[in-house]
């Protein structure tokens, strides 16, 4: 089974630019997650889906960033314009879960970005 | 709000030494716990979980037993290898699946 894809792997960036992050979940999971990890911390949620409806997106910085999930599989994170304190590895995550319980979130590599 | 504190690290032992890295909570209901760990280069992999108190999760040697009276999840191995070599992160979750993560715990092991 193949595991939750993501490109690019690695983006440098000015700062005030724009960054585009995708994010293909593993077949068949409803719920996909965009986590944001610092350097030296632990991963923070920034939205999560389920299917193509926002669950939670609570510490997303919308003035700045934008997040979608067309049709319910695929996922793009946009960041416009770019900060240095934006410089992270972005995660996305998925999951089977439908409704209720707490299922096992499966990771992809990761996007590191580094805003100069 | 939920939180994890977990030690700071890094942790460093030689081959075959016991481990335990502390982890504690502080939650408003009941989550379920989690150990993730990230191989050098590589992303998060669960490591192992519990969903209620006194479950013990289990996995390549590693255990960790959900105490709800000390609000705690210490990860640990009786014997550790250089493979176990990573970083490892404490985490919960409640209702809707959101993890919260502790900030890592750098192992270091020295053949």
């Known amino acids: 089974e193949a595991g939750v894809a993501q490109s690019p792997r690695y983006k440098i960036i000015e700062k005030r630019q724009s960054v585009a992050f995708w994010c293909n979940p593993i077949s068949g999971h409803a719920t996909l997650y965009w986590y944001q990890q610092i350097l030296g911390q632990g991963p923070k949620l920034l939205i999560q889906?389920?299917?193509?409806?926002?669950?939670?997106d609570s510490q997303l910085p919308k003035d700045r960033f934008s997040a979608e999930r067309l049709k319910g599989v695929d996922s793009t994170l946009k960041i416009q314009p770019a900060k240095l304190e934006d410089s992270a590895v972005y995660l996305c995550?998925?999951?089977?879960?439908?409704?209720?319980?707490?299922?096992?979130?499966?990771f992809g590599p990761g996007t590191r970005l580094t805003v100069l | 709000g939920d939180s994890v504190t977990q030690m700071e690290g890094p942790v460093t032992l030689s081959e075959e030494a016991f481990l335990t890295i502390n982890c504690t909570y502080t939650a408003t209901g009941y989550p379920s716990l989690f150990w993730y760990v990230q191989y050098p280069g590589e992303g998060l992999q669960l490591l192992l979980k519990?969903?209620?108190?006194?479950d013990k999760g289990s996995n390549k040697g590693f255990e960790a037993t959900y105490r709800k009276e000390t609000t705690s999840f210490h990860l640990e191995k009786g014997s550790v290898q250089v493979s176990d070599s990573a970083v490892y992160f404490c985490?919960?979750?409640?209702?809707?699946?959101?993890?919260?993560f502790g900030t890592g715990t750098r192992l270091q092991v020295f053949p």
């Open positions: 889906f389920q299917n193509n409806g926002v669950v939670d």
């Open positions: 985490a919960l979750s409640e209702r809707t699946d959101k993890l919260i």
């Open positions: 995550a998925s999951s089977s879960r439908t409704s209720g319980g707490t299922d096992t979130q499966y």
């Open positions: 519990a969903t209620k108190a006194d």
